[in-house]
């Protein structure tokens, strides 16, 4: 097999793309290929390096080995040692594939056919480029996983009878995220997080199990509004609400998405419905008017390809991860792709809905206030949204356009399609864990209290529905106490007696909490 000259890794260095090492180290695995053949990709969020010493460490976004572990150097030396120990990076695989061309990847697998590394990276690079290689298939060798399940999380596997390898990548294509088993993820999914859901709301009643869902529904509506810094009409609110309610039930496609982002614009006089042109997040120079990009989104050209590879994630990979994680592929590989003008951030939430819902994640009838949730993490979403964008920003190409937007110079669908989810997805699990351990229970509560209030009031004074529920907000938001102004105007029909036993019927019904 025709091998590179050994001058074309790199030895010992302090820094790597402008990321400083804890220690001189010699780049290995991923690290080495996107030094040794320039690949323009985002730069892995751990990287690896063989140090001089005998420990295995992990520090500032490095993992160092041992010197016993450093790869021969050259191509088959370091993708053998990031398929054994790096787990795959679909992005960084492809470009590499694409700058090496198919006849090295052919000498590779002739060189050891039967090979399990070798003959992984030949269904990569088959499955990745669309390109069959000039290779007879094969017809020995144990069938290996392409993705190691010890590594990253997989889906059922189908032969590969060319290959003799058993694919067990979740998605296709045109959109295959990955998740790292990180133990905080390993810890949520063995906690059964949708069982204990059924246990909080098993010893409700149904009546106030139906009422705290609509709450629930209402607040989550708002909630991603608020999220985005709108502060919409009620109606729209509860239109929105109500698609959010039927989440799970219709197949998710283009024109799914064109529905909901109809329903979550509502007034489209200024915005464009549809796929989008150009598209960045970010800010506009004061003086000159240029975009400042926090983020840029797919190409236009991407779009349709990508949003066909969610729609074929969500009929098959998702149904077979776990639902958390399925829905954290889903909704912020869409969130990234950023498929319209306007409605993103919202769409990008309910598809959240849509995958727990699907999946019967849900206890019956109820919705997950996630929004909520992430409204109280705003500044961990942040992180978790730029965590992506800030690998991502650094490789694509752009120019400013005369309207203040930006025009994409590069090829960059491969960032959207194959992206590591592992922070995304910790995130995701976090507030569904605050949903259920938190927030159910502490909306249930509150209406168990509320009941239990409005029983009291009726004890003391004969008053209507309504007028009990304005007296209720009057006393909240005064700390249990009528104003003077309360008792003289809106109920100045009450006694001073009456008055004062409502205020301690509400001291001793929420005996001093704030409802949520």
């Not at 938190?438 to 509560?445: K, S, V």
């Amino acid at each position: 097999m025709a091998r590179e000259p050994q001058n074309r890794f790199s030895g010992p260095v302090t820094v790597f793309h402008e990321r400083r090492l804890p220690k001189a180290a010699t780049p290995a695995g991923y690290a080495a290929l996107i030094d040794a053949f320039g690949l323009t990709v985002p730069i892995p969020t751990t990287l690896s390096a063989i140090g001089t010493r005998h420990r295995r460490t992990e520090e500032q976004g490095w993992r160092i080995f041992g010197p016993r572990y450093a790869p021969e150097a050259t191509l088959e030396g370091h993708l053998t040692f990031a398929l054994k120990h790096e787990g795959l990076d679909l992005c960084t695989l492809k470009r590499l594939f694409l700058a090496v061309g198919s006849a090295e990847i052919e000498a590779l697998v002739r060189a050891e056919p039967t090979g399990r590394y070798a003959r992984r990276v030949w269904f990569l690079y088959e499955w990745l480029t669309g390109t069959q290689l000039n290779l007879p298939d094969a017809t020995a060798g144990t069938y290996v996983a392409v993705l190691d399940p010890k590594l990253q999380f997989e889906v059922p596997a189908t032969n590969s009878k060319r290959h003799r390898v058993k694919n067990n990548l979740p998605g296709t294509p045109e959109f295959c995220p990955l998740v790292f088993r990180t133990p905080r993820i390993e810890e949520f999914v063995a906690s059964n997080l949708a069982e204990r859901a059924r246990a909080v709301v098993a010893d409700v009643p149904r009546d106030l199990l139906a009422r705290t869902a609509a709450f629930l529904l209402l607040k989550d509506s708002k909630s991603s509004y608020v999220i985005e810094g709108e502060h919409p009409p009620q109606d729209r609110i509860q239109r929105w609400g109500r698609a959010i309610g039927e989440a799970g039930r219709r197949a998710l496609d283009l024109d799914e998405l064109l529905r909901l982002q109809q329903i979550v614009i509502g007034d489209a006089r200024f915005v464009r419905l549809g796929l989008r042109q150009e598209r960045f997040v970010g800010e506009h120079d004061r003086d000159t008017g240029g975009p400042i990009p926090d983020h840029i989104s797919a190409r236009a050209e991407d779009l349709r390809s990508l949003i066909n590879g969610m729609s074929e994630f969500d009929r098959t990979a998702s149904e077979h991860l776990d639902p958390v994680i399925g829905a954290a592929v889903l909704a912020f590989g869409f969130v990234f792709v950023h498929p319209f003008e306007d409605g993103n951030g919202r769409i990008h939430r309910y598809l959240i809905h849509h995958v727990l819902a699907r999946r019967g994640f849900n206890p019956p009838g109820l919705v997950f206030p996630v929004s909520s949730a992430i409204l109280n993490s705003i500044d961990e979403y942040r992180n978790v949204l730029e965590a992506y964008s800030t690998r991502v920003l650094p490789v694509v190409e752009w120019q400013p356009t005369p309207q203040g937007n930006v025009r994409v110079l590069n090829d960059t669908g491969d960032f959207y399609r194959f992206f590591d989810a592992t922070p995304q997805t910790e995130f995701l699990f976090e507030c569904v864990r605050k949903t259920i351990e938190e927030e159910l229970p502490a909306e249930t509560d509150y209406l168990r209290r509320y009941d239990e209030f409005k029983a009291a009031v009726e004890q003391i004074v004969d008053m209507p529905d309504q007028r009990i529920d304005l007296l209720f907000r009057m006393l909240r938001q005064n700390n249990g106490r009528l104003s003077q102004r309360a008792r003289q105007r809106e109920f100045e029909q009450l006694t001073a007696n009456e008055a004062d036993a409502l205020e301690a019927a509400y001291t001793h019904t929420f005996a001093g909490d704030a409802p949520p």
